[in-house]
């Protein structure tokens, strides 16, 4: 699997867009960009995920620029429930999935 | 989305007993369940990939005979650590997946973890 580079922190007000940016310049063009979150001692949550095309869900949109080497997973409005891990991965989805070291995101009042 | 049950949530034994940790998918066919394992302040390691109705596939370093893996059914897998020791002491984490042609896109699904203490 392709690796990807995550800042290992960030901040946002509650309330506020949080956009959290990730890396993955050696994607391969059947890989998808994944995102996942994980809260502090459960398992990891799915977001969202796309190859090509930007992605909304409920939850999240997902932003891949043109060249796929790089992708913004953007949470609307945050709360202090968000407060969370977040791993952005790339895979073709027939294999597994690599947890890097992620992006603490911490939403604060 | 899909759901994932993974039981127990937390479990305390004695070193060099056993103990299994079940991983079920409730509202779908999971033909691919995964197990990881998670030390404080790390992430996710993956320990073995298992196909129902056939052998898992463990990642290197991980001991298949201390980690017996049994996916018999396409809702249930079951993970055993033998012989535990507090080394063994960690998070484990299951996932689970439907077939590569099925509406869920290839996602996996996650337990919400086993915290095991070995004593």
């Known amino acids: 699997d392709a690796k990807t580079t995550q800042p290992p922190s960030m901040d946002c007000a509650e309330g506020r867009a949080a956009n959290l940016p990730c890396n993955h310049s050696?994607?391969?063009?059947?890989?998808?960009v994944y995102w996942y979150r994980q809260i502090h001692s459960q398992g990891p949550q799915y977001i969202i995920h796309?190859?090509?095309n930007n992605e909304t869900n409920e939850m999240a949109s997902l932003i891949i620029t043109e060249d796929r080497k790089s992708s913004t997973l953007i949470l609307p409005h945050a709360t202090l429930r968000d407060t969370a891990v977040y791993y952005c991965i790339v895979s073709t989805g027939a294999n597994n999935l690599f947890f890097g070291t992620g992006t603490r995101l911490t939403v604060i009042p | 989305g899909a759901v994932v049950s993974q039981h127990p949530s937390w479990v305390i034994c004695k070193s060099g007993t056993s103990v299994k940790i079940e991983c079920r998918s409730l509202d779908f066919q999971a033909t691919t369940m995964f197990w990881y394992r998670q030390f404080p302040k790390q992430s996710l390691m993956l320990m073995a990939t298992?196909?129902?109705?056939?052998?898992?596939?463990?990642e290197q370093g991980v001991e298949k005979d201390k980690f017996l893996i049994n996916h018999a059914s396409l809702t249930l897998s079951t993970l055993t650590v033998t012989s535990a020791h507090p080394e063994d002491s960690s998070f484990y984490i299951c996932?689970?997946?439907?077939?590569?042609?099925?509406?869920?896109?290839?996602?996996?699904?996650f337990g919400a973890g086993t915290r095991l203490s070995v004593l």
């Open positions: 050696t994607i391969s063009g059947n890989e998808y």
């Open positions: 796309g190859l090509k």
């Open positions: 996932s689970a997946r439907a077939g590569l042609a099925a509406l869920a896109k290839n996602i996996q699904y």
């Open positions: 298992s196909n129902e109705g056939s052998k898992a596939t463990y």
